[in-house]
């Protein structure tokens, strides 16, 4: 009985030493804490099982891992994917002697693990001056060192603002304050600032709107200061009047006013008065030149003036034929407005009389000592008139490619034709002595010959008219005085390709191009036909020049290419012209094309 006794007593006793030690074994990490995703972290536990039969680690998670008999097995490491607190635990196989054991079927450790720390910059592609919000995620401690990547650092919380001054790419880093924790960062890419803004017009009449528009900004709000007192935020686009003359400073701030860069442009406000100034004058015919030929008794003569005043109010005037007053003139003339005044129908210039006859303007109101430009027409002895067909008037020809001059309707009782060729527009006009008229013989139509065409002046405005003689060689009827100039032919320009800005490409046809585009991109080459120091290709839309392209070092039958832009939407004739020197006189290649 007593030998019962002893052994529950024996057992009663390992039962209390085996609980006893098993709360001293434990699962362990390989470092501390905090744990966020992605780390990889090591567990092992304080005991050894080397006698024992297959184990299991579980990393509560989903995530087991079973191990054979093969000694203590070591350190296992995990790697979680997502945010949250695990039960790491260890359960191991029999018992066996060696010590210290794990007596405990299964231990187990508690671990939390956190959202990655991060750094988030929106937008990631700002423009300079634009603000950037820039938060930092997941992180310990509220007080963070930030630095900006462009020479800015400071310490503040979790969240920050920031604008950047110039463009390029730029790294962000942060990392809390006192916490041993590496740096955590991102990039912003910083673009250049491409905001402006456009007026309507700079000079604008009293109660007339004028309209500001805001491009590329940032926020659809903006801070308006009209520089009269009236500020407010409103839209990109927005429009005020003014009720008083001046000189106002319109500026515009994006983001309601909390950019730190101004824009500003300017606006002159004219109020109706009389106190108006001429600024341009422009007089000529409706032909576009300061001459011409009619024949007698006709009613083609309209000459037009074109005025551009400062200020608002009356302007008056008188027509000079001959130099003697004929009609009056009065007007309302608008600031910034170009007006166009035309002759009354009603006072038609005399072409009765054969001969020259000038016309000119004298401005009566506001009082000018400007003199304005005096034209010239020619009346013509009889009232028969040829209309030339070919080439147009104002033809610009090379040399190498003579043309036709022709006259599509034949004069009635003309038996046969003339044609003269002149450099001198007085002698053409007055018919002298020295114009050499060549004979055509009946046919409607001349092709100059070597000698006629050699004796043309080069790189000059030549003028030419053609007259019709019945059988006793009497003049019956002239055409009017066009114009031709033949420049020398060294140069030849090839258009390649057109496209819109869009980069739309446009047919090139011989009849022209046809386009609604803003503007059209033009490829092209120029081939010179000898070597020089430089060539100068210019284009010209509607005679206004657009462009002027330097060639230098050109070498004999080289192609230099060119790129250019032009007004796509302005109906017209587009001109290449190379000159040999800066002097558009001499013109050595040629190329033309319309826009319909």
Same mark, same amino acid.
């Given at each position: ?19 006893s ?19 990889t ?22 995530t ?43 231990l ?25 919000y ?42 809390? @304050? ?12 910083v ?27 940032n ?18 686009? @927005? ?49 576009? !030149? ?55 129908r ?18 009566t ?9 005096v ?85 000059k ?24 100039? @033949? ?5 030849e ?79 017209? !004739? ?20 319309? @826009?319909?």
């Open positions: 009985m007593k030998k019962i006794y002893l052994i529950v007593l024996i057992l009663l006793v390992s039962l209390i030493s085996v609980q030690l098993s709360a001293q074994y434990i699962i362990y990490a390989n470092k501390t804490g905090p744990y966020y995703v992605g780390d972290i090591g567990f092992n536990k304080s005991c050894h099982d080397n006698t024992r039969g297959a184990s299991t680690w579980n990393f509560g998670d989903g087991t891992k079973n191990l054979p008999n093969s000694g203590d097995n070591g350190w296992q490491y995990h790697a979680y994917s997502e945010a949250g607190t695990y039960t790491v635990s260890y359960t191991y196989g029999p018992v066996g002697m060696v010590s210290p054991q794990c007596f405990a079927a299964t187990t450790y508690k671990i939390k693990i956190k959202a990655k720390r991060a750094v988030n910059a929106n937008p990631s592609n700002p423009k300079v001056d634009q603000l950037v820039i938060q930092a995620l997941n992180f310990n401690k509220s007080s963070v060192y930030w630095d900006f990547g462009d020479g800015t650092v400071l310490t503040g919380g979790l969240t920050q603002t920031h604008r950047y001054q110039k463009t390029g790419v730029f790294t962000i880093t942060a990392r809390e @304050i006192d916490v041993k924790h590496e740096m955590v960062y991102t990039t912003v890419t673009s250049p600032d491409d905001r402006y803004i456009h007026i309507s017009a700079p000079e604008v009449r009293i109660g007339k709107p004028v309209t500001v528009s805001a491009f590329n900004f926020s659809d709000f903006v801070l308006w200061n009209f520089g009269e007192g009236t500020v407010l935020i409103g839209g990109q686009t @927005i429009s005020h009047i003014y009720d008083k003359p001046g000189e106002y400073r319109i500026t515009a701030i994006d983001e309601s006013g909390e950019s730190t860069k101004t824009f500003e442009t300017s606006v002159k406000i004219f109020g109706i008065s009389d106190e108006v100034l001429l600024e341009i004058a422009e007089l000529r015919f409706d032909n576009g !030149k300061y001459y011409m030929v009619v024949p007698r008794n006709s009613k083609m003569l309209n000459p037009l003036l074109k005025l551009k005043m400062r200020g608002t109010g009356t302007i008056t005037g008188h027509w000079l034929y001959d130099n003697a007053v004929y009609g009056l003139v009065s007007e309302l003339s608008r600031q910034g407005e170009v007006k166009e005044i035309t002759m009354d009603s006072l038609q210039l005399p072409t009765h009389e054969p001969g020259v006859h000038t016309v000119s303007f004298r401005l109101r506001p009082e000018t000592n400007v003199e304005f430009p034209l010239r027409y020619y009346v013509l002895p009889y009232e028969k008139t040829l209309e030339t067909s070919t080439p147009p008037d104002g033809f610009v020809a090379k040399e190498d490619e003579i043309p036709v001059f022709s006259w599509g309707v034949p004069i009635g009782g003309a038996s046969r034709y003339q044609i003269t060729f002149s450099n001198s527009l007085f002698d053409i006009l007055n018919n002298k002595s020295n114009l050499r008229w060549n004979d055509v013989e009946g046919d409607l139509s001349f092709t100059p010959g070597e000698e006629v065409w050699n004796s043309i002046k080069r790189n405005w030549t003028f030419w008219r053609v007259r019709g003689l019945d059988s006793f060689n009497k003049v019956i009827g002239e055409s009017a005085v066009n114009e031709i100039k @033949i420049v020398i032919a060294k140069a320009i090839t258009l390649n390709k057109v496209t819109g800005l869009n980069g739309s490409e446009i047919t090139l046809r011989k009849d022209g191009i046809f386009s609604g585009q803003e503007m059209l991109l033009i490829k092209g080459d120029v081939e010179y036909k000898d070597d020089s120091d430089f060539i100068i290709l210019q284009v010209l839309v509607n005679d206004n020049l657009v462009d002027q392209l330097l060639f230098r070092d050109v070498k004999k039958g080289e192609k230099r290419t060119f790129e250019t832009s032009v007004p796509g939407r302005e109906k017209g !004739k587009i001109v290449f012209r190379v000159l040999k020197t800066s002097s558009p006189s001499v013109i050595v290649g040629l190329k033309g094309i319309l @826009i319909r």
